[in-house]
C-alpha cells in the first residue's frame, strides 16, 4: 500500500498543518505509533480546541500550554480511549478546565466525557463521524473550517503511515469494514490521522486498505481449507514481520478476521483450533 513516511518532527513543536490547524507530536514512539500521537491544536472562534491530549506525560502536556499561549482552551475532543490518546486527559484538564468530549460509549471505564457525542453531532465546527473497527468508540470528525478542502481527522481508523490493529474484543473487523466502506461513501479531500503525516487524496488509500483485508481474509481461508489452524499459526503463516509487537499485532488481526468469519458462519472454533464451518 502507498504508505507515507516522514522525518522525525521536532518535538515539543507546534507545527503548522492547514491554516488554523496545528499539530505537536508526542514523545511516544514505536512500532504501533510511528514518531509518537498527533495532538491537533484547532483555532476556532472562541479559542482552542485540543483534539487527543495524547500519553500520559506531562512533558506532552506542557507542550500543548506552552503551544496555546495565551490563547484559552475551550474544550479537550477524545478520537477514542486508547491510552497513547487519552492518557494527558485528565492532566490537561486539570490545567486548562476545559470540558472533555468524546463518543458518549467510552470503551473504557476510566473515560466518561463532560459532553457526550453520537454520531452525526457537531461540536466546535467538528462532526462526529463514527467509525468503529478499530475500537468501538472511535469517532472520525469532519471539520467544517473554510480551508478549501473537506478535511476529516480519521484518527486511528485511517493512517497515512500504516494499516491500523483491530484487537478483539473492543476492534471488530465486521464493523471495520463498514467503516471503510462508510469513508468511501464520503468526498473528504484531506485525512489528518491520529499518527504521521497529512494525507492527501485519501480514498485510494482506504480502498486499498479494504482491499488488503480482504485479500488477507481470502487467505485465512485458503489455509483453512487446507488443514484446521490456531491463530498464531495462521498468524505465522501470512506475516512475515518477527518484530514480537507486530507479531501480537499480526495475531489479533488474524482473530479479527476469524471471528467476523465465525460471525458469517464461515468458521468455527475447537479449542484453540480454527476450522471450516
Known sequence: MPFLTEPEPPRGVALDVLPGIRRIVARNPGVMTYHG???YLIAVDDGLTVLDPGPDDPVHVRDILRAADTVPIRRILLSHAHRDHLGATAALQAATQAP??????????IFTPDLPLADGDTIA?????????????HPAFAYGGNHGAKILFSADHVMSWSSSIVNPPDGDMRAYYASLL???ERDDTIYLPGHGPILANPRALVAEMLAHRRHREAAILCALRTAP?????????????????????AERNVLAHLLKLHA?????????VWRMA
Open 37 to 39: 500521537t498527533n495532538t
Open 100 to 109: 472533555t468530549s468524546g463518543f458518549h460509549c467510552a470503551a473504557t471505564p
Open 125 to 137: 465546527g467538528l462532526t462526529a463521524i463514527h467509525t468503529p473497527g478499530h475500537a468501538s468508540d
Open 182 to 184: 462508510r469513508l468511501l
Open 229 to 249: 489452524a490456531s491463530v498464531a499459526d495462521l498468524a505465522t503463516k501470512l506475516y512475515a514481520n518477527h518484530n514480537p509487537m507486530l507479531k501480537f499485532a
Open 264 to 272: 458469517e458462519g464461515i468458521t468455527v472454533e475447537n479449542g484453540t
